[in-house]
């Protein structure tokens, strides 16, 4: 099955499921333009014990002609002051930020927020699968997800995204979130994921430090990458990383290939298993099937690889690891 075929099939799965440097524009006491409370029911429904918050990327100062610019990214606020850590999360391809709260009371949002996180969920250019753009060449991955992420477009990297806008990216646009967010509510802790405030590089203006970086799918897969690059908390990986041509992990995944943040001491995994058949994948989790391999690529811990998510009825295997409520202690564990 081709990797569009593999999109289009977990987008089908359940209603909610799917597979810079800017200055942030305000209105005064009304924050961020379109800055609105989160639904408590319906689609993209989250119910937290603190404050949850959606804008569009465009309304915090990105170009409203970028890919998904206008969608709605998802900011939870914790109870009290917070323990100064973020939880970015990162949808998978073709998805968005409330695609991710499949059950408003029990999913990675509220997860995150038990343990006094803060969690931010962005809307970025997602269309195409990385497996999709790349297919069998391995050095394509690592500068395609560097053109996704920096909004600059890299040598080596697919001609689907020569067109990139530096505000399509995911750095840019955190950036320009968590400012945006800080400047709508001064006093509500987003001001900890700020960094160098006067850098000149949006990546600069962020605390990577604090930074938990977790996604779903190719969301997973970016967040892997992210650890290549800065120094953050953990990656929490959904169902990823899947950059595995052939079956062979893509060689940026490699352990010894250079990593800011260490896979064998920071890294985790939550999938449900993919079944082989004489070495071919033939069930389980047929999106993203070679992810066991590339979390023993990476160098993880076994004991961080946790291939053995629960599934529920209506969502399939690749949208269990963050859409099954079943795993909600466990998203809660790997949080903290």
């Given at each position: 099955?081709?990797?569009?075929e593999?999109?289009?099939r977990?987008v089908?799965?359940?209603?909610?499921?799917?597979?810079?440097?800017?200055?942030?524009?305000?209105?005064?006491?009304?924050?961020?333009?379109?800055?609105?409370?989160?639904p408590?029911?319906?689609?993209?429904a989250?119910?937290?014990?603190g404050?949850?918050?959606?804008?569009?990327p465009?309304?915090?100062?990105?170009?409203?002609?970028?890919?998904?610019a206008?969608g709605?990214?998802?900011a939870?606020?914790p109870?009290?002051?917070?323990d100064?850590?973020?939880?970015?999360?990162?949808?998978?391809?073709g998805?968005?930020?409330?695609?991710?709260?499949?059950?408003p009371?029990?999913?990675?949002?509220t997860?995150?927020?038990?343990?006094?996180?803060?969690?931010?969920?962005?809307?970025?250019?997602?269309?195409?699968?990385?497996?999709?753009?790349?297919?069998?060449?391995?050095?394509c991955?690592?500068?395609?997800?560097?053109?996704q992420?920096?909004?600059?477009f890299?040598?080596g990297?697919?001609?689907?995204?020569?067109?990139?806008?530096?505000?399509?990216?995911?750095?840019p646009?955190?950036?320009?979130?968590l400012?945006?967010?800080?400047?709508?509510?001064?006093?509500?802790?987003?001001?900890?994921?700020?960094?160098?405030a006067?850098?000149?590089?949006a990546?600069?203006?962020?605390?990577?430090?604090?930074?938990?970086?977790?996604?779903?799918?190719q969301g997973?897969?970016?967040?892997?990458?992210?650890?290549?690059?800065?120094?953050?908390?953990?990656?929490?990986q959904f169902?990823?990383t899947?950059?595995?041509?052939?079956?062979?992990?893509?060689?940026?995944?490699?352990?010894?290939?250079g990593?800011?943040?260490?896979?064998?001491e920071?890294?985790?995994?939550?999938s449900?298993?993919?079944a082989f058949?004489?070495?071919?994948?033939?069930?389980?989790?047929l999106?993203?099937?070679y992810?066991?391999?590339?979390?023993?690529?990476?160098?993880?811990?076994?004991?961080?690889?946790a291939?053995?998510?629960?599934?529920?009825a209506?969502?399939?295997?690749?949208?269990?690891?963050?859409?099954c409520?079943?795993?909600?202690p466990?998203?809660v564990?790997?949080?903290?």
């Amino acid at each position: 099955m081709r990797t569009r075929e593999w999109v289009c099939r977990l987008v089908l799965v359940g209603p909610l499921l799917a597979c810079g440097g800017v200055t942030p524009r305000a209105n005064g006491d009304a924050g961020i333009v379109g800055l609105r409370a989160c639904p408590t029911s319906g689609p993209g429904a989250v119910l937290a014990t603190g404050s949850c918050w959606m804008f569009s990327p465009a309304s915090a100062g990105a170009s409203a002609a970028g890919q998904n610019a206008t969608g709605l990214s998802y900011a939870v606020e914790p109870v009290g002051t917070g323990d100064g850590t973020l939880v970015l999360l990162l949808h998978g391809t073709g998805g968005s930020p409330g695609q991710m709260a499949f059950d408003p009371g029990r999913n990675v949002f509220t997860a995150a927020a038990e343990s006094g996180h803060h969690v931010l969920a962005l809307a970025y250019r997602s269309d195409l699968a990385v497996a999709e753009m790349c297919g069998p060449r391995p050095e394509c991955y690592a500068a395609t997800r560097s053109a996704q992420l920096t909004g600059v477009f890299q040598p080596g990297a697919d001609a689907s995204l020569a067109d990139i806008r530096v505000d399509e990216g995911v750095i840019p646009r955190l950036d320009q979130g968590l400012r945006a967010l800080d400047a709508a509510h001064p006093g509500a802790g987003w001001s900890a994921f700020i960094g160098n405030a006067a850098a000149s590089a949006a990546a600069d203006r962020i605390a990577w430090q604090r930074i938990i970086v977790s996604g779903h799918s190719q969301g997973g897969g970016h967040a892997a990458y992210l650890g290549k690059l800065f120094p953050v908390v953990r990656v929490v990986q959904f169902s990823s990383t899947c950059d595995a041509p052939a079956g062979v992990p893509a060689p940026w995944t490699a352990a010894g290939s250079g990593w800011v943040t260490s896979p064998a001491e920071s890294f985790f995994g939550l999938s449900a298993p993919t079944a082989f058949t004489r070495g071919i994948p033939t069930g389980g989790d047929l999106n993203c099937p070679y992810h066991l391999a590339v979390w023993q690529n990476l160098g993880m811990a076994a004991s961080r690889q946790a291939d053995d998510a629960a599934t529920c009825a209506g969502i399939g295997p690749h949208g269990a690891s963050i859409a099954c409520s079943a795993n909600y202690p466990r998203w809660v564990s790997l949080f903290r």
